[in-house]
């Protein structure tokens, strides 16, 4: 068995947080102790004979993982992957290098710890106790929804009005369609269609609308953008806690 490892590039204080939540698993981060960096070690590079195949998966897994970034702490970039490392038998280690683009400097915000109620007021999860970060990675390694929403949060253009949208389907049609999502108690219905139009709306979104052209007439009272990023942040919330997370 191949142990591969993958150097991880992105904002230090976020590779500092990574390597105290996973210090060991199925999937870890961990210092370099033949460098200053921070390594990705995951269980799934075993099945790996090539460099290539590791770059596959690590794009996969390395995007939950800034998805959880940018959920619990606000990162602004994602985490991207340098030189793939393979030991080798005199004791040292083969380096495989590929070129990727360089990363930004955000702002430092704290983890998110969320409380959420139903519609009576009745408290639905306490706070896990494990880490929330750990939590959401093993949640999105048996729950395909959670991990396409973790690899959504972690594009570029998560927060427009397609990349909204985006992860507002998902969580609808995980939940069992618009009508279950309106029972959950979550939010209103009339924000759930406000939402909806205005997405769709190219008068509401302009270019930034999910269609080219007006499908239907124009929202009566649109939401705005601000609105719209707040009521998906929150029904994000709402669903990963009743999930556990």
Not at 59 to 72: F, N, P, Q
Not at 86 to 101: K, L, Q, T
Not at 135 to 143: G, M, N, P
Not at 155 to 172: F, K, N, Q, S
Request: proline share 4%; aromatic share 8%; glycine share 8%.
């Amino acid at each position: 068995m191949t142990i591969w490892q993958v150097q991880l590039e992105g904002d230090v204080r976020d590779l500092e947080f990574l390597a105290e939540i996973f210090p060991m698993g199925a999937r870890k981060v961990l210092r370099d102790e033949q460098g200053s960096g921070y390594l990705y070690e995951s269980d799934s590079f075993h099945q790996c004979s090539t460099s290539e195949e590791v770059e596959q998966l690590a794009d996969v897994e390395l995007a939950v993982l800034s998805g959880i970034l940018k959920l619990e702490r606000y990162s602004r970039d994602s985490l991207k992957y340098g030189a793939v490392y393979r030991p080798n038998p005199n004791g040292g280690r083969d380096i495989f290098v590929s070129i990727h683009e360089s990363l930004q400097i955000r702002v430092e915000m704290g983890a998110v710890t969320t409380i959420v109620t139903d519609a009576a007021g009745n408290i639905i999860s306490q706070p896990a106790t494990l880490p929330r970060s750990s939590v959401l990675l093993q949640l999105a390694a048996r729950d395909i929804a959670v991990a396409k929403v973790l690899r959504l949060l972690s594009c570029p253009d998560a927060m427009t009005w397609v990349g909204l949208y985006r992860i507002h389907e998902v969580i609808e049609d995980d939940v069992g369609g618009q009508h279950k999502l309106e029972k959950q108690g979550w939010g209103s219905k009339d924000d759930l269609k406000r939402f909806k139009h205005s997405a769709n709306s190219v008068q509401v979104a302009g270019d930034k609308s999910r269609h080219g052209r007006e499908h239907q007439v124009p929202p009566k009272n649109p939401m705005k953008f601000t609105e719209a990023e707040a009521y998906t942040k929150y029904i994000l919330q709402v669903w990963l806690t009743s999930k556990g997370a």
